[in-house]
Nanobody
Framework: QVQLMESGGGAVQAGGSLRLSCAAP??????????MGWFRQAPGKEREGVAA?????????YYADSVKGRFTISRENAKNTVSLQMNSLKVEDTAMYYC???????????????????WGSGTQVTVSS
């Protein structure tokens, strides 16, 4: 089992910014990390893959259409950490945000995955008008 620790959630007014961070153990017990990313879940809404980033030199990133141009995902491979910078936040971004890790892939047809082999307990993001 891989334990992921998220931090950085909170409450902000629309138009504001938040930065989420997630750390996986440096020793994953032999589990390959192909992808780390974020998905979110709001009450009454479907789970949505928000952003994901792969390993390797290119570090290809994927974003949901709803956050493109506003959110930026970054990763520090050496420390198995991933961050999500969220700017120009909207009320509809309100959700529980979860960090995920997967040994296989990041996205399907360019859309970041919304399920991972391992995920954290989540951090709440609340955006008010």
């Amino acid at each position: 089992q891989v334990q992921l620790m998220e931090s950085g959630g909170g409450a902000v007014q629309a138009g504001g910014s938040l930065r989420l961070s997630c750390a996986a153990p440096e020793n994953t017990g032999g589990i390959d990390i192909d992808c780390m990313g974020w998905f979110r879940q709001a009450p009454g809404k479907e789970r949505e893959g928000v952003a994901a980033i792969g390993t390797g030199g290119s570090r290809v990133a994927y974003y949901a259409d709803s956050v493109k141009g506003r959110f930026t995902i970054s990763r520090e491979n050496a420390k198995n950490t991933v961050s999500l910078q969220m700017n120009s936040l909207k009320v509809e971004d309100t959700a529980m945000y979860y960090c995920g890790l997967d040994p296989l892939y990041c996205a399907e047809e360019g859309t970041p995955r919304n399920d991972y082999a391992y995920w954290g307990s989540g951090t709440q993001v609340t955006v008010s008008s």
